[in-house]
């Protein structure tokens, strides 16, 4: 009987320890099924609603209900994450100017206007991702992968007037040099674009005057 009842006190005294000391939560579970993407997804997001500044790893991870560690398993740091933004972006704008240039079926002129269409209407939707990729662009230090994006982005308007050279439509000479003014008009545009200072022509008028503009001073044959 006395041991019956020493069990039971102790029984008692651990249930009331038990109360007294406090539980530590559980840490949120890491698993979130593609985190990076989850990730990049949610910092597009907060860039575009309120730019660059609003990015933060913290902040990211209380939106996507995970520990504040987990995001290191991808961006050890914040500029990591906005290194992957813009290959994010150079790769997205890459596809939509390949998508372009694909179209064989179409003349030089038609080709070189719709990819010039490709690369206004995505600066047009993604307009803080567009000037995080040019920043990223800027920075001394460019990592090999995002290098490697933004050649290939960019790699398309020099194919279209190289075909255009081969054929005697255009001048020769270095098709980089003969695309980076036509970027360079497009970016204008763009900028011009986005400050409101375009006012009396929709783009979609503009732009093709601007190609035409350029083909004409590049053009074998003048008029």
Known sequence: MASLLSMTTCCEFFQRRCKLLPVKPSP????????????????????ESGGVQDLSLRELSRELGVSHASPQRHFATRQDLIDALAIMGFERLGAVMAKAAAAR??????????????????????????????????????????????????????????????????????????????GAALHGLVAMSIEGKIKGAPLKTIVPETVQHLLHGLSTTKS
């Open 28 to 47: 949120r579970p890491y698993h979130h099924g593609n985190l990076r993407q989850a990730l990049l997804r949610a910092a597009e997001t907060a860039l």
């Open 105 to 182: 079926t179409q003349d030089f002129n038609s080709r070189l206007t719709k990819a010039a269409f490709a690369y206004v209407g995505f600066a047009l939707k993604h307009p803080a991702l567009f000037a995080l990729m040019y920043e990223a662009k800027r920075r001394p230090g460019m990592r090999p992968e995002l290098r490697t994006a933004l050649i290939s982005a960019f790699s398309h308007i020099p194919g279209i007037l190289k075909e255009g050279q081969q054929s005697g439509k255009i001048v020769p000479g270095d098709p980089d040099r003969l695309a980076l003014t036509l």
